[in-house]
Structure formats: structure tokens, C-alpha cells
């Protein structure tokens, strides 16, 4: 099967290997250079998850041509040098401009690939070869924009990313490139969240969890491919349970956090733990249960504490923070958001999780927001909540939204009917391409606040066409 990156006409394409880049390494092991790679790529503010299997799939010549973020790293580390002074293809010799069909994208993504797919997508940026990016696949981005019934188009192209779910499935013990399909239906759904919003998404994306499970009950080759599937099954299950979180499905939520829980104490995981406990404590705050929320976060870092990650530390304060503002325990609240602005600033580092590409400057404010805002202190709510808005990267379509619907909201509350009204036909236009219940539901509340202003500037436009808006469909 030709990749996404190849021309078909070329499908077996023997392997060339990099022996410059291998020159450059020098002297130092494969490990010993990865790490060099990612030192630089913070340095640079990227985030890329080199290790030593990167560095000889690139030596074999498996990666023809990095991913944009390694590419920026790669020329940070050699300057002046071009990729191909570093041994790699052009890009242009091993990019389709084409979209795969569905099928053929489906079947393809359990397989190694010539380009960088290896590397998670991280530092707010997409996979630059992978087919559901906008820039190799016009086509789908176009359906993308069209609304709720073309997002769920685009969502089966999920399926079940080359997962065999028959009944031979129970007969056979995994390997390594089902392990990677698992780990590639993680990213696919959190690129397409990311974008899109979780409405039209949740019950497709339950059809590779299903797979993943299959997997588990077969058995695997190998212990490091079972602890890869039992890893990424879980990871699996919280991405699943985050869209049916986002799309107002709480009771489903709570059951895929569970399992993801499980699985962690199966296996001693603590990273699956801490990110299960992360999400829960998420759930129990907006589900209106905030002293769980306190307790799950607290577990979290009881749990992450050994992985040496001040990030991941720095976003379960938050989760904490929210809980206690749940509880209307502000002291409790503030000395959480200190935690977590403390830790935020020392950085990022290689234990920080790939989940966690999300988790920025923008992210920091808006969870700081809504703990004021729970608090009732609408203007310090407002301010975060904007600061939030122009720090998000473009990428993310649906953060964008929530800041803005946030900024709304809180405006309205402070009695900055205008202001608020703009934001809200903002948000307007941006659910065009983003179907989020949760984001729909914070229109609604900044919609009641606003009906007694209907007179003030823009506020009549805003509230007609949010009148007007389409009732939330799950998909």
C-alpha cells in the first residue's frame, strides 16, 4: 500500500539510507543525539518526542523527509543547512497534494510510513503528511467546513484505522503495528477534536476503542507490545471519554474514565493514571460535583508526581483550582492557581506527555479564568479569559471558541452587555466549524444574561442569531 507521501507509482520504493545524517551524529549514541534534539526543539519552543527508534528509523532512511516540527529543530541544530544538506528527500518529491480515499487512508495507518508519522503531533501543529491535515487534503478540509453532517463524514474516516474488529480479531495476538494503530487513533481523534469540536465524533470513535479492547483479550506477541496496547487502549479510552464529556454525555464519560483507570492499575501505569484522574477531576467540575473534582486531582498528582513533569503538575493544580472554586473555597482556590502558575513557569521538559500538547500559556488562562468566574469574579474572569483568546494558536479551533464563549459570558455578567455581544457573534462564527454541546450550552447561559439588553449595541444581532442556531444533533 503506497503511503500518503509516496507516488503510487513508486509503492515499494526501496529504502536509501541517510548516511549524513548519520555523519552528523558523530560519535554519540542514537539516544544520546535524540536527546540533543528535543534540548534544541525546546529551545525553540517546539515540542517533539525524539528518541533513539527516531533517530535509526531517519538513519535507515525510513523517514525520507521530517515533519515541519522536526524539520525547524533539524535547521536550528545545523544552521544554514538545507534538509537535503541533511540527507533528506525534498519535500516536494514525497508529498501527494491529493486526499487518499477514505479506504485507502483507513488501511494505511497501521503501517510504517516513509514521512515522520512517528513523532505526535505536538506544539499546536497538526501532522503535516497525515491525510485528515488541511494541507494534503482539500477536499476534506472543505467538507470539514460545512457543517455538522460533513464533520461526521469525515469522522468515519476514524473507522477502525486498520484494527481488524471481526472475529479473527479474538484469534490472533497482536504485534507492534497494531499497537501503532492504536497510538494513531489516539492522535487521529484528538487532531479532529481539536478542530472540529466532539459533536458528530463520540460514537464513531467508539468503534477503534471497541477494536483496542479486541486486542487486549487476544493477547500480544511480546510484553513491550502488550504494555504499548495496554497503554494505548487506555489513552484510547480517555480520548473517547473526553468527546462524550465535551458533547454534554457525562454518564458515558465517567464509564470511559473508569475503564481508562482501570487499565492503568492493571499495569502499574502511573502516566495513564494521573491523565485518567486529570480528566475525571475535569468531569466532577463541570458535572457539579467539586469535591471530587478536588479529590481526583489531588490522586492525579499523587500519581504524576514521580514522572517529573512540572507541566503535567501545573494542570492538575488547575484541576484542583477548580474544584475548590466549585466549592466556593477561594483561599483554596488561589494558593491551587499559585501551584500551578509556579510550576507552569519552570518549563517544559521531556517527561511532559504527549497528551498534554494542548496545555499552553492559552490553556493556563482559561482554566484560571473559569475558576473566577465560578468564584463570581466576573471582571478578573474576563481579563484572564482574554488574554486566553490571543495567546491560542489558530490551530485549535474549538479552544478558540471556548476562551471567546468564556470572555462572553463573563463579560455579560459584568455588565458589559456590547463587548459581550461581539464575542458571542464570535463565537457565532466560529461554530460553523467547531460542534461542541458544551460550548453551546455557555452560549445559551451568556444568551439569557444578555435578553434584558437587548437594546445595547450589537446585542439584538447577537441574540436573533443565536435563536436561530440549529439544536445540538449527537452523532
Known sequence: MASST?????????????????????????????????????????????????????????????????????????????????GFAPRSTVRGRGARP??????ASAHEQPCDRDAPYGAHRPYPNDPL????????????MTGTGATV????????????????????????????????AVRRIRLL????????????????????????????????????????????????????????????????????????????????????????????????????????????????RPLGSPRLMSLLALREAGGWAGLADRTGCEQALVRAQALFGRGMSDADPEWMSF????????????????????????RHARRATRLQDPHFSRNIA???AELADDLARDGHPDEAATAGLRVLDLLAQVQSSRIQSMLAGTARVLLPHRRASGVAEFLDRHASLPRPRRG
Open 6 to 86: 509516496d507516488t503510487s507509482a513508486q509503492p515499494d520504493r526501496p529504502l536509501r539510507p541517510n548516511t549524513v545524517f548519520r555523519q552528523l551524529r558523530g560519535r554519540r549514541s542514537p539516544a544520546e543525539f535524540a536527546a540533543l534534539v528535543r534540548r534544541a526543539a525546546r529551545e525553540i519552543g517546539e515540542r517533539v518526542s525524539c528518541d533513539a527508534r527516531y533517530v535509526g528509523r531517519v538513519e535507515a532512511g525510513e523517514i525520507r523527509c521530517p515533519n515541519y516540527a522536526y524539520e525547524r529543530v533539524f535547521l536550528h541544530m545545523f544552521p544554514g543547512r538545507t534538509l537535503t544538506d541533511l
Open 102 to 107: 477514505a479506504a485507502a487512508a483507513v488501511a
Open 133 to 144: 491535515n488541511h494541507e494534503e487534503s482539500d477536499v476534506l478540509r472543505r467538507a470539514f
Open 153 to 184: 463524514a469525515a469522522a468515519a474516516t476514524l473507522g477502525p484505522l486498520g484494527i481488524a474488529t471481526d472475529a479473527s480479531a479474538a484469534s490472533r495476538r497482536a504485534g507492534t503495528s497494531e499497537a501503532a494503530a492504536v497510538e494513531e
Open 193 to 304: 477534536d481539536d478542530q472540529h469540536g466532539a459533536d458528530g465524533l463520540y460514537r464513531r470513535a467508539a468503534e477503534p476503542l471497541r477494536a483496542a479492547y479486541a486486542l487486549l483479550d487476544a493477547g500480544a506477541t511480546r510484553q513491550t507490545t502488550a504494555e504499548r496496547l495496554h497503554s494505548g487502549a487506555g489513552e484510547l479510552a480517555i480520548s473517547v471519554g473526553w468527546l462524550a464529556h465535551d458533547s454534554g454525555r457525562f454518564d458515558d464519560a465517567r464509564s470511559h474514565y473508569a475503564e481508562a483507570l482501570a487499565t492503568s492499575r492493571m499495569t502499574g501505569d502511573a502516566a495513564l493514571e494521573a491523565h485518567a484522574f486529570c480528566n475525571t477531576a475535569f468531569l466532577a467540575r463541570d458535572a457539579g460535583r467539586p469535591r471530587e473534582a478536588v479529590r481526583a486531582a489531588q490522586a492525579a498528582q499523587r500519581a504524576a
Open 359 to 382: 496545555y499552553g500559556e492559552a490553556e493556563l488562562a482559561g482554566l484560571e479564568a473559569q475558576c473566577w468566574s465560578t468564584l463570581g469574579d466576573w471582571r478578573r474572569a474576563s
Open 402 to 404: 471556548l476562551y471567546t
